[in-house]
């Protein structure tokens, strides 16, 4: 049998990113038991019927939190699919100041906790990190947890840009994944990664986003790989790559965002 899925056959000081798999586990990928999920929702539109990946989402995730507007968006979708009870978040956390009144009360007269921050100078988004903090500090440490945040690569985009500044900024103290109906992203850290790829839901088309400045990237395991070739805005950028292998492998001087087209299953 191949042990090129092994976590055990990663080479010394190589970081290994178990990507999709800790979404559709397999015998030798399954994510750690004791590592839990919370699912953040963003202020954009859930798919309706046909989209199988929210619903799994929400059945993976031990907490569920709903960023402000995205309350709003939560319960849209809990309306169209008749599904409201089924539906319930722990919180919805933020400035409120997108909050309707209705989803509001629904939720608050079923338990759910309405927190709201003032703090003008930092955005809902990382409110919504900061109030995971807080139940994290007294359930586990913050880094046994995969934060999950739907939405937030759709809409306008000075709000995607945040939404990566944010993935950054967070990366070294937090496992980070944005997912949507179309993409899986989360940011590869400076150093030697290996990323463990589903030819299942993964790809085939991906990306190497050098958002943090001129890096110096070498990969294998894509179509077109880079042997220390520098890359940057002004410069050359791994963007409608090719996933080739099931492992690839990504050596970067400065954290990278690695992209990838995302096509969930149904079951």
Same mark, same amino acid.
């Not at 790989?225 to 410069?235: I, K, Q, T, V, W």
């Not at 996933?243 to 995302?262: G, K, M, R, Y």
């Given at each position: 049998?191949?042990?090129?899925?092994?976590?055990?056959?990663?080479?010394?000081?190589?970081?290994?990113?178990? =990507? %999709?798999?800790?979404?559709?586990?397999? !015998?030798?990928?399954? $994510?750690?038991?004791?590592?839990?999920?919370?699912?953040?929702?963003?202020?954009?539109?859930?798919?309706?019927?046909?989209?199988?990946?929210?619903?799994?989402? $929400?059945?993976?995730?031990?907490?569920?939190?709903?960023?402000?507007?995205?309350? !709003?968006?939560?319960?849209?979708?809990?309306?169209?699919? #008749?599904?409201?009870?089924?539906?319930?978040?722990?919180?919805?956390? =933020?400035?409120?100041?997108?909050?309707?009144?209705?989803?509001?009360?629904?939720?608050? !007269?079923?338990?759910?906790?309405?927190?709201?921050?003032?703090?003008?100078? %930092?955005?809902?988004?990382?409110?919504?990190?900061?109030?995971?903090?807080?139940?994290?500090?007294?359930?586990?440490?913050?880094?046994?947890?995969?934060?999950?945040?739907?939405?937030?690569?759709? =809409?306008?985009?000075?709000?995607?840009?945040?939404?990566?500044?944010?993935?950054?900024?967070?990366?070294?103290?937090?496992?980070?994944?944005?997912?949507?109906?179309?993409?899986?992203?989360?940011?590869?850290?400076?150093?030697? #990664?290996?990323?463990?790829? #589903?030819?299942?839901?993964?790809?085939?088309?991906?990306?190497?986003?050098?958002?943090? =400045?001129?890096?110096?990237?070498?990969?294998?395991?894509?179509? $077109?790989?880079?042997?220390?070739?520098?890359?940057?805005?002004?410069?050359?950028? %791994?963007?409608?790559?090719?996933?080739?292998?099931? !492992?690839?492998?990504?050596?970067?001087?400065?954290?990278?965002?690695?992209?990838?087209?995302?096509?969930?299953?149904? %079951?």
């Amino acid at each position: 049998m191949s042990n090129e899925h092994s976590p055990s056959s990663a080479v010394a000081d190589e970081i290994l990113h178990r =990507g %999709s798999f800790w979404l559709y586990p397999d !015998n030798e990928t399954a $994510w750690p038991e004791d590592k839990e999920l919370a699912l953040m929702i963003l202020n954009e539109p859930i798919p309706h019927s046909g989209s199988p990946l929210f619903a799994r989402l $929400w059945t993976r995730a031990k907490y569920r939190i709903c960023i402000d507007g995205g309350g !709003n968006r939560l319960y849209d979708f809990g309306k169209a699919e #008749n599904t409201l009870e089924q539906f319930i978040p722990d919180a919805v956390v =933020g400035d409120l100041d997108s909050l309707q009144s209705e989803p509001r009360s629904y939720y608050e !007269n079923r338990g759910a906790v309405i927190h709201q921050y003032n703090d003008q100078n %930092s955005t809902d988004f990382m409110k919504g990190l900061k109030y995971i903090d807080s139940v994290m500090r007294v359930d586990h440490d913050v880094k046994s947890c995969l934060v999950v945040v739907f939405g937030g690569l759709g =809409g306008r985009l000075d709000h995607i840009l945040h939404t990566l500044k944010v993935l950054f900024n967070n990366h070294k103290q937090r496992e980070i994944v944005i997912i949507s109906d179309d993409n899986l992203t989360f940011v590869v850290p400076k150093g030697r #990664n290996r990323i463990l790829t #589903n030819k299942q839901v993964d790809g085939p088309t991906c990306g190497i986003l050098p958002l943090a =400045g001129e890096t110096i990237l070498t990969t294998s395991g894509l179509r $077109w790989n880079l042997d220390h070739y520098p890359s940057s805005f002004e410069g050359l950028m %791994s963007t409608s790559n090719i996933i080739d292998e099931s !492992n690839v492998t990504i050596e970067t001087t400065l954290p990278v965002a690695w992209t990838a087209q995302f096509r969930p299953q149904a %079951s």
